[in-house]
């Protein structure tokens, strides 16, 4: 997982951990720390002003390509937890995010996502100037 090189523009998403969350034990579904991470995906791209549903309405989807996840440590039934979001890289075609999900200052989850846009095809596609130059 590439570190954050712009500590500066990540945002950091507040997550309390309910008890739909966890398994019978009180542990965190480990398929729920994914969501978790889209939800603070998409509050990112929401505060540096990308529109999706104007995206979609102009026929653009984000589609995630490819996830690299580590499990660090177990996230508990009540936790309060912080979402870090961060741009790794971005192309012409990509845009990779590194996230790290945290209880206090103990990082229990870390991703790298790669997301593409498609077309109202379905049919990769660059991504539009303007979204590169938010990010």
Same mark, same amino acid.
């Given at each position: 997982?590439?570190?954050?090189? @712009?500590? #500066?523009?990540? #945002?950091?998403?507040? @997550?309390?951990? *309910?008890? &739909?969350d966890t398994d019978m034990g009180g542990v965190v579904y480990h398929a729920n720390y994914l969501k978790f991470i889209e939800r603070a995906r998409? &509050? *990112?791209?929401? !505060?540096?002003?990308? +529109? !999706?549903?104007?995206?979609? +309405?102009a026929g653009i989807v984000w589609v995630v390509r490819r996830i690299e996840a580590d499990y660090l440590a177990a996230a508990k039934f009540d936790d309060e937890l912080t979402v870090e979001t961060w741009v790794v890289s971005i192309s012409g075609v990509r845009l990779s995010m590194g996230q790290v999900i945290k209880r206090g200052e103990v990082e229990i989850f870390r991703a790298t996502v790669t997301a593409v846009c498609m077309n109202a095809q379905g049919k990769p596609m660059r991504l539009p100037a303007e979204i590169r130059a938010l990010m």
């Open positions: 997982m590439t570190e954050n090189p @712009i500590k #500066h523009r990540t #945002h950091v998403f507040p @997550i309390r951990v *309910y008890y &739909e998409s &509050e *990112y791209v929401r !505060q540096l002003g990308n +529109d !999706q549903n104007a995206m979609r +309405d």
